[in-house]
Nanobody, 120 residues
């Protein structure tokens, strides 16, 4: 059974930092790209970042590039999203998802999400 558990969200002031984690169970983690998505209140879900399965190449939405860093530890079956210089507009529920071997922008298996709130 495949399961993804996102964690690490919380309340932070603008300019602060958080690190999100995504633990993956039930599949060969190293065969899958992992993406982070977010959905803000009243807005559609958007892709934030993705990291490929083999070489760890990273992709970022323009809105977070230079502030967020995605990484993965295949030995721990875990992906991370380091978020720095947070802005109020980053407030959202953040979800992690598998994306096949390469980053496509379309999630396969999804986690439950973790809430990030950035105060001004």
């Amino acid at each position: 059974e495949v399961q993804l558990q996102a964690s690490g969200g919380g309340l932070v002031q603008a300019g602060g930092s958080l690190r999100l984690s995504c633990a993956v169970y039930g599949l060969t983690f190293g065969d899958y790209a992992v993406g982070w998505f977010r959905q803000a209140p009243g807005k559609e879900r958007e892709g934030v970042s993705c990291i490929t399965s083999r070489d760890g190449r990273a992709y970022y939405a323009d809105s977070v590039k230079g502030r967020f860093t995605i990484s993965r530890d295949n030995a721990k079956n875990t992906a991370y999203l380091q978020m720095n210089s947070l802005k109020p507009e980053d407030t959202a529920v953040y979800y992690c998802a598998t994306e096949g071997y390469y980053c496509s922008g379309y999630g396969g298996h999804w986690g439950q999400g973790t809430l990030v709130t950035v105060s001004s």
